[in-house]
């Protein structure tokens, strides 16, 4: 298996690589989204973060990446008691994956040659504890996108059908990647995701070289282009683990909850989990950086993705979602 493109070798895109790197501290935040032009590294992070985020501990054969055998399902034949570590999975969803495929199904084979009736596991057990990915996003299969949002809110896996009755746990980190240009995402699904970003063709000439000479050392010279970025994604890892130790300590002053309210309210967005999101990425945030107390930067730097998408569409304003985030922000945090 070809190792991928680093994470720290990206060329810009620090909203991107920053939304991605606070789901690995802490991912309760939600999810990413990432919209923006073709060619502009979207599934290149995401295939890069799969080996730079630390790995988990799995019971060896657990359908499910459990990480005590008391805790594997009790369909789950795992053969041996064994704690491994493993890479923290990244699993693909494709466009044209069936409802059995996602979700699991019975084992067509084993039941016609041993009369067994038996549970095949779906793309949903093997992206538990880790992240599932779908590219172009928003041109998912409506009922695909229903069965998604009904797992994303339970955090479990229901399969009723064909004699079986079976549950597994599957909390994953969603990170979904599209072209506006190609349709648009359902709002229900919209608003699952927990930070939204948009990326672009950079117009810097200077950065657009660096792109080429970097991708092109990848492929030319691998050893020496991984012996150098390698390092660097080393050291982000170090960063998350710290961080992901860090984020229970860090303290959350009453002003800075009533800064989320208040951004929130004058940003008319619905529901509660715009605060939510924007304070748990925030603190996240603010792990990362090695700080022990919220303040009004973190917010100010994670509004914009924790926000944008949960706007109400104005189509008088040419400016866009996150620019409006950003005038309230500066409206009301000065």
Same mark, same amino acid.
């Given at each position: 298996?070809?190792?991928?493109?680093?994470?720290?070798?990206?060329?810009?895109?620090?909203?991107?690589?920053?939304?991605?790197?606070?789901?690995?501290?802490?991912?309760?935040?939600?999810?990413?989204?990432?919209?923006?032009?073709?060619?502009?590294?979207?599934?290149?992070?995401?295939?890069?973060?799969?080996?730079?985020?630390?790995?988990?501990?799995?019971?060896?054969?657990?359908?499910?990446?459990?990480?005590?055998?008391?805790?594997?399902?009790?369909?789950?034949?795992?053969?041996?008691?064994?704690?491994?570590?493993?890479?923290?999975?990244?699993?693909?969803?494709?466009?044209?994956?069936?409802?059995?495929?996602?979700?699991?199904?019975?084992?067509?084979e084993r039941a016609l040659t041993r009369g067994e009736k038996t549970f095949e596991p779906g793309l949903?057990?093997?992206?538990?504890?880790?992240?599932?990915?779908?590219?172009?996003?928003?041109?998912?299969?409506?009922?695909?996108?229903?069965?998604?949002?009904?797992?994303?809110?339970?955090?479990?896996?229901?399969?009723?059908?064909?004699?079986?009755?079976?549950?597994?746990?599957?909390?994953?980190?969603?990170?979904?990647?599209?072209?506006?240009?190609?349709? !648009?995402? @359902?709002?229900?699904? +919209?608003?699952?995701?927990?930070?939204?970003?948009? =990326?672009?063709? $950079? &117009?810097? *000439?200077?950065?657009?070289?660096?792109?080429?000479?970097?991708?092109?050392?990848?492929?030319?010279?691998?050893?020496?282009?991984?012996?150098?970025?390698?390092?660097?994604?080393? !050291?982000? @890892?170090?960063?998350? +683990?710290?961080?992901?130790?860090?984020?229970?300590? =860090?303290?959350? $002053? &009453?002003? *800075?909850?009533?800064?989320?309210?208040?951004?929130?309210?004058?940003?008319?967005?619905?529901?509660?989990?715009?605060?939510?999101?924007l304070l748990r990425g925030a603190r996240a945030l603010a792990a990362y950086r090695g700080d022990r107390?919220?303040?009004?930067?973190?917010?100010?730097?994670?509004? $914009?993705?924790?926000?944008?998408?949960?706007?109400?569409?104005?189509?008088?304003?040419?400016?866009?979602?996150?620019?409006?985030?950003?005038?309230?922000?500066?409206?009301?945090?000065?």
């Amino acid at each position: 298996m070809k190792t991928p493109f680093p994470f720290s070798a990206i060329v810009g895109q620090h909203e991107m690589k920053q939304a991605m790197i606070l789901t690995a501290v802490d991912p309760g935040i939600g999810g990413v989204l990432v919209f923006g032009d073709r060619g502009t590294g979207k599934s290149t992070a995401v295939r890069a973060l799969a080996a730079l985020l630390p790995p988990i501990k799995v019971v060896e054969g657990c359908p499910v990446n459990s990480e005590r055998v008391a805790d594997c399902p009790s369909w789950a034949e795992i053969g041996s008691r064994k704690v491994i570590s493993r890479s923290t999975p990244v699993i693909d969803l494709p466009l044209g994956a069936t409802e059995d495929r996602v979700v699991g199904a019975l084992d067509i084979e084993r039941a016609l040659t041993r009369g067994e009736k038996t549970f095949e596991p779906g793309l949903l057990a093997r992206a538990n504890r880790g992240y599932l990915y779908i590219d172009e996003v928003n041109l998912l299969e409506d009922h695909i996108v229903d069965l998604l949002l009904d797992v994303a809110q339970s955090g479990e896996n229901v399969v009723e059908r064909e004699g079986l009755s079976i549950r597994h746990p599957a909390r994953f980190v969603l990170v979904g990647s599209g072209n506006p240009e190609e349709g !648009e995402l @359902r709002p229900q699904l +919209l608003d699952r995701f927990g930070l939204s970003v948009e =990326v672009r063709s $950079p &117009d810097n *000439i200077a950065e657009r070289v660096e792109v080429i000479k970097r991708r092109d050392a990848f492929e030319r010279d691998f050893d020496a282009f991984m012996a150098t970025f390698g390092a660097q994604d080393a !050291e982000i @890892r170090e960063t998350i +683990l710290k961080a992901r130790k860090r984020l229970p300590k =860090v303290k959350t $002053p &009453d002003a *800075i909850l009533n800064d989320c309210a208040e951004l929130c309210i004058a940003l008319g967005s619905d529901g509660l989990r715009g605060e939510l999101t924007l304070l748990r990425g925030a603190r996240a945030l603010a792990a990362y950086r090695g700080d022990r107390t919220l303040k009004r930067d973190h917010l100010r730097d994670i509004a $914009p993705s924790a926000l944008s998408h949960r706007l109400r569409r104005d189509p008088l304003d040419e400016a866009g979602s996150g620019a409006r985030v950003n005038r309230i922000v500066a409206d009301v945090l000065g």
